[in-house]
């Protein structure tokens, strides 16, 4: 079967590389046009951002161990994470939660380590929180990556003067209560802080509220952050959960309350066999392989339907979508605990990263940031720890190769494609996405989803002519191929060569079950 999954197609464009595929006499069942000459949106860097919470082995043993730790780290952060951080380029990174957030009183982790109030984490396995790191250290952790700071404010359980200090200590430069306290607590110079949520699923663990209700109470919360010195705060009011549009009709509907913010988050996980019998990170079989994206693609259509709802109010696209929690859930490592969503991550895992990035890349005009959850030992985490051991996951090295399109324009592709079944559902068996850098470079991201079949596919490139083309590659032995902290390069990016450029054609034969990044170069 053959079907295009594109939206658009600019005929016009399209007329000279179908006549180039004709005089080829080339019948392409698997074609991606890319349309060079006429780039569109900007692709925000912070839709390759990441996610931190106070949950399970992510802050505490994963990022932060302390000083007197014998893991090598720079002011308690370990050195390993931190350099394969750096060179993720990791844009931002949201901090503290997730649900903690919605608990989390800031005061309670700044001033002395030792004097710092102890709290028990009642959302994440009701361990004892002993806030060693808080603010100071979370800053200091976006300064060594050189990445932004996203810090998600406590609507559910903090009060609005709570949130309103937390800006001023963070961002102010003038004489006040709060900047002195931070001077004491050692930061002289306010901090810039640009991505603020005012509040994390309020429909859910941030109190359970109703969009009417969370709406009145964020346009009080916001009101009170202040763009102190200079400061521009980007608010993120908090989203729907997954395909709940009357939510962001609530929000959006109202000038008031549109006013109030610069963005709307969005939430969605894919889990496969549902939330009370999650699969295994690493024990599936085909049917999970495919259903897990079959699922992946659902936010294609989940960001269509909240797109839809803030164009009628938003035509002039102003107000960003950013999806900040999205990622395959499973079931947590045997003998782990429970409240930790500790999971191993496979070269499925590989190919779920390729769609949302795929996707998000295709939504840039709406879609202005993006967390994959969450960073470090928790769910889909691009980096896991063992002690004093490190393993970068097949996710990681995905974000490392589709870096290249971070504040790239995205390039108009028309993708046909075979589909891949498995009894009555279909899902495309490519995803793709292009992009054209500042300096005139085009990268396209491919994966095959298929397991047991190499796919080619033919791109005519129109409108600019490219004479050297290079790629990387990831692909795996099985479907569930891990990096163990044994064996910690058995998925991992290769030089590609599966391909030739002729007549402005370019032609990819695709592995099984792979990821592939080409850069084309005039
Ligand atoms: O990422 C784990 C949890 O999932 C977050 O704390 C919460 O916001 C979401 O429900």
Redesign the pocket.
């Given at each position: 079967m053959k079907k295009s999954y594109s939206l658009f197609l600019v005929l016009m464009l399209l007329a000279g590389s179908e006549s180039i595929a004709q005089k080829n006499n080339q019948l392409t069942v698997n074609q991606l046009v890319v349309v060079a000459n006429h780039p569109g949106a900007v692709i925000s860097k912070d839709i390759y951002g990441h996610?931190s919470?106070h949950?399970g082995t992510c802050i505490y043993g994963g990022i932060w161990v302390g000083l007197n730790s014998k893991i090598p780290n720079t002011y308690g952060i370990r050195n390993d994470v931190l350099f394969a951080l750096r060179e993720l380029k990791v844009p931002n990174l949201r901090w503290p939660?997730?649900?903690?957030a919605d608990t989390y009183h800031w005061k309670d982790g700044i001033g002395p380590q030792s004097g710092r109030a102890s709290i028990v984490n009642t959302?994440?396995g009701g361990v004892t929180e002993d806030n060693s790191f808080g603010t100071h250290e979370f800053m200091k952790l976006t300064e060594l990556i050189g990445c932004e700071a996203y810090i998600n404010g406590n609507v559910g359980s903090g009060t609005v003067r709570e949130m309103a200090e937390w800006v001023e200590y963070l961002t102010s430069g003038s004489d006040s209560p709060m900047t002195r306290l931070r001077k004491e607590n050692g930061r002289e110079e306010p901090w810039k802080v640009r991505l603020f949520a005012v509040g994390?699923?309020n429909w859910?663990?941030g109190g359970n509220m109703t969009a009417g209700f969370y709406g009145n109470i964020m346009r009080q919360f916001s009101t009170n952050l202040n763009n102190y010195s200079g400061n521009q705060l980007y608010r993120v009011a908090c989203g729907p959960n997954g395909t709940d549009v009357q939510w962001t009709e609530e929000l959006m509907k109202d000038p008031g309350t549109r006013a109030m913010f610069q963005g709307i988050s969005l939430?969605y996980?894919s889990v496969v066999n549902g939330w009370e019998s999650k699969g295994s990170a690493t024990k599936f079989d085909e049917r999970e392989w495919f259903e897990t994206f079959r699922l992946n693609f659902e936010i294609d259509n989940i960001i269509r339907s909240h797109e839809a709802v803030m164009d009628r109010y938003d035509p002039g696209k102003t107000k960003g979508l950013i999806v900040d929690?999205w990622g395959n859930w499973f079931a947590v490592e045997p003998g782990t605990n429970p409240g930790f969503?500790y999971q191993q991550n496979t070269m499925r895992d590989a190919i779920t990263a390729a769609i949302h990035l795929n996707i998000f890349n295709q939504h840039a005009d709406r879609v202005k940031g993006a967390n994959i959850?969450?960073i470090v030992n928790?769910?889909q985490s691009v980096i896991l720890t063992k002690d004093d051991k490190m393993v970068l996951t097949p996710t990681y090295h995905v974000f490392r190769m589709f870096s290249v399109h971070q504040n790239a324009r995205l390039l108009n592709i028309d993708l046909t494609c075979e589909s891949y079944t498995k009894g009555e559902k279909e899902i495309p068996s490519v995803t793709a996405s292009a992009s054209v850098d500042n300096e005139g470079k085009v990268h396209i991201s491919l994966a095959n989803l298929n397991p047991g079949k190499e796919i080619t596919v033919t791109c005519p490139i129109v409108g600019e002519t490219y004479k050297k083309v290079s790629g990387e590659l990831l692909t795996s032995p099985e479907m569930n191929s891990f990096n163990s902290f044994e064996k910690p390069d058995v998925v991992k990016p290769v030089g590609f060569t599966g391909y030739t450029l002729k007549g402005g054609i370019l032609t990819v034969n695709m592995p099984s079950k792979s990821v592939v990044v080409l850069e084309l170069v005039k």
């Open positions: 996610f919470e949950l939660g997730g649900c903690f959302y994440w994390n699923e859910g663990c939430h996980y929690e969503l959850a969450q928790v769910l």
